[in-house]
């Protein structure tokens, strides 16, 4: 995959080929769920631009980090974990690859997902945790010092 495009539609390609293959047959499919990629958008990460966003499949919802510059992956150790500092939280992630997608890193947020009922509910769900992770950014004080209010300078 190119780094420098937005990874949704080639994850989508790729864990639909996987549902496809591998996962036929596994009790632990959610019938109601289809292979969805919610929010990805590029993040300055402790490494650099990584991008981010929730990969829902049929089992398992996952936050993703993806490398959208060379390096940009928070490295982790053999058969660990490492914890990354979103804007909303710090949250674990272990090390995760698929040869068509390469590295990439994944916190498990559901697994399996038999508990939603249907595609609406699993994206609200991803959504709401984008909004928590990600919240939007506040708008600055405003400078109400003594010196300002009197147009005496900053």
């Known amino acids: 995959m190119n780094p420098a495009q937005t990874p949704g539609p080639g994850l989508e390609q790729l864990f639909r080929q996987i549902a496809d293959t591998r996962m036929q047959g596994i009790p632990i499919l959610n019938p109601a769920l289809q292979?969805?990629?919610i929010g990805?958008?590029?993040?300055d990460g402790p490494h650099g631009q990584l991008w981010v966003g929730v990969l829902l499949t049929p089992w398992f919802?996952?936050?993703l980090l993806l490398p959208a510059a060379a390096d940009?992956?928070?490295?982790v150790p053999p058969g660990g974990e490492v914890v990354v500092q979103l804007p909303g939280d710090a949250l674990p992630f272990m090390a995760g690859h698929e040869a068509a997608l390469g590295d990439y890193r994944l916190c498990s947020l559901f697994s399996p997902v038999l508990?939603?009922?249907?595609?609406?509910?699993?994206c609200s769900t991803a959504e709401e945790v984008l909004k928590?992770?990600?919240p939007p950014a506040q708008p600055a004080a405003p400078d109400l010092s003594r010196r300002r209010l009197f147009g005496l300078g900053r």
């Open 35 to 37: 292979v969805q990629a």
């Open 40 to 43: 990805f958008r590029q993040w």
């Open 61 to 63: 919802m996952n936050l």
């Open 72 to 75: 940009s992956l928070p490295p």
């Open 115 to 122: 508990q939603f009922v249907d595609q609406a509910s699993a």
């Open 132 to 134: 928590l992770l990600f």
